[in-house]
């Protein structure tokens, strides 16, 4: 796909990593098809997405790609469209699997992780102002105290709307990255500076944009996410999807 622009939202997601912290449950399968209540994480996913109104996506493959493209083949939704693309270099950090992306996706797409749930309205507070060319947009969780396994999720400092730092180790911070991101052609040229100086995290581009006052965050307020990185996180989300702890508006 070309990179013109499109009125029609489409979304990239990324699932080429092998998930190693769900070891036992990814033996055999790629991470994106774990079950949470009986149902996939990749579509559960495509299925919040859609809940914002997003009916084509592009899904960056690697560990067991051919696994997930078989059943993303065979179980796609009604009137979701589905494109793969193969990242041969899935061990790498997660920066070059969206790198493996650019021309494929228009000039303004969401970005999602294939293993963080959310409520689709906060794709809908992304997409509620017009976002500037160039510029990205992150959906961040302002209550840290909040997070399941903060030690190891990646903390956000913002400032005005706008990101200032961002990273797993920074100290100084008032918000956690969800995962869920609304971007420009600008993400490729940040990734590409990133990946030139040997870091090769989405984190890093997104620093990269923040540099050049390019990186917007939007507070979720207190919608339902959650990052399934482990047994814990995915028992977690079992207990708040399964249990009816949370409610999503689709």
Known sequence: MSSERTDERHALIIAAGRGSRLRMSTANRPKPMVEVGGTPLIRRVIEAAGAAGIARFTVVTGYLGDVLEDYLARETPAGVKVSCIRNPEWERP?????????GFVPREFALLMSDHLFDPRILRLLYSTPLE???????????????????????????????????????????VDTGVFLCTEGIF??????????????????????????????????????????????????????????????
């Open 94 to 102: 997660n920066g070059v699997s969206v790198w493996k992306a650019r």
């Open 133 to 175: 060319d160039g510029f990205c947009r992150l959906a961040a969780d302002f209550n840290p105290g909040g997070v399941p396994d903060l030690e190891d999720a990646t903390k956000v400092s913002a400032v005005g709307g706008r990101l200032m730092d961002i990273g797993k180790e920074i100290r100084d911070y008032n918000a």
């Open 189 to 250: 040229s940040a990734l590409e500076a990133a990946i030139s100086r040997g870091e090769e995290s989405l984190s890093a581009a997104v620093l990269e944009l923040a540099r050049r006052g390019k990186m917007e965050v939007t507070d979720i307020g207190g919608l339902f996410w959650r990052d399934v990185d482990d047994e814990a996180g995915l028992l977690e989300a079992e207990r708040a999807i399964v249990g009816k702890a949370v409610t999503f508006s689709y």
